[in-house]
């Protein structure tokens, strides 16, 4: 599920249980139009032909971090509809391309991956693939042709079930396939970024993480909602323990989570409770004085009428719903035919 989509829900449950509307979403009845339209960084992604709502989330983590500064090679991992890849576009590939300094082979190169396909974006090569899948990986190191990346990025999230546990475990695979893909695209020294959600085993990701980075910090952008278990595990100084390769990752992380650090291959956090408890560094990135997501803003004011919603910059092109809605109206054509014709004989 888009992200943009799963934003509309939000404002839409939110707004069910104050006016006990029984909204299904997407919703596009007017009351839940106005308050996902009062979402002021959903309102200002249009405004600014974001294509949804996490370039914030991106951008103020460059704010924080500098996390573009110097990089020539990108992989933004989970990318559809493509708003972090419009991001990466407008601050490396268009500066570069108009530059009149810069050469061809000079400019940025920006390799993203989703199961979704995404509409073009300037300076951005797409691949369509799931990044758990080892051909997937391949792809894109292929398209490095031998080069590292400087910076990977990954805001992945599967379909949200609000079993917090379980999310938490499959955004987690998310995260052990965009490390796995870490491992054999980013140069040393270089940075990932990656969504994470924070629970119980927040702590052994953390320190899974330290293996391969000398500086992990967890960041909650200002545009993230509080009321959202998301926050980003920003790591810099990409640094693999010596000697390490590629096919030891798993066995190496699982290593982590035990408290020999031997054989026990029984991965968890709970030993890094009580006297083993690391302390993760966790920072709220964005301008605190700036717009809150967890509060509706009024509509602005405009001269002789009400305010006008602007369109989504790029409504997703194959969204996985799609199949749904089309299966719904088929069968309620079809149920509707049914209804005309006469009742069957007994
Ligand atoms: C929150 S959205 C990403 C939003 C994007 N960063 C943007 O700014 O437009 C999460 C994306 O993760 C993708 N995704 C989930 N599981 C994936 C997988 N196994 N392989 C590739 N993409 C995946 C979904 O298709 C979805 O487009």
Redesign the pocket.
Known sequence: ????S?DKRVSCVRLSTQFSYSCAQPCRCSPCRYAIAQDIYYRKAKEEGW??R??FK?LQIDQEFNIFHGVKRVV????????????LSRNLYVPAKQSPDCKEGDLPLIVA????PMAPIEGVIQVQ?????AR?AEVVIRHFDGCKADLVVC????DVTGLHDMDEFVQSQ?IL?ALTIVTHVLKVGGKFVA?IFRGKDTSLLYCQLKLFFSQVTFAKPKSSRNSSIEAFAVCENYSPPEGFKEEDLYHLLEKVGTPSGANDLDCRSGWLEGPNKVYIPFLACGDLSGYDSDRSYPLPSTEGGSYRSLDPVQPPIAP?YKTALEMKKASSHGASADAAKPPAES
Do not use: E, F, H, Y
């Not at 933004?76 to 991001?87: E, K, M, N």
């Not at 805001?155 to 599967?158: K, M, N, Q, S, T």
């Open positions: 599920m888009g992200k943009a799963k294509r949804a996490s370039a991106l933004d991992l989970c990318a559809a509809p493509g708003s972090w890849s419009q991001v991956i989703d199961l979704q693939g799931d990044i758990t899948n997937t805001d992945g999230a599967p998310l396939a969504k996985p």
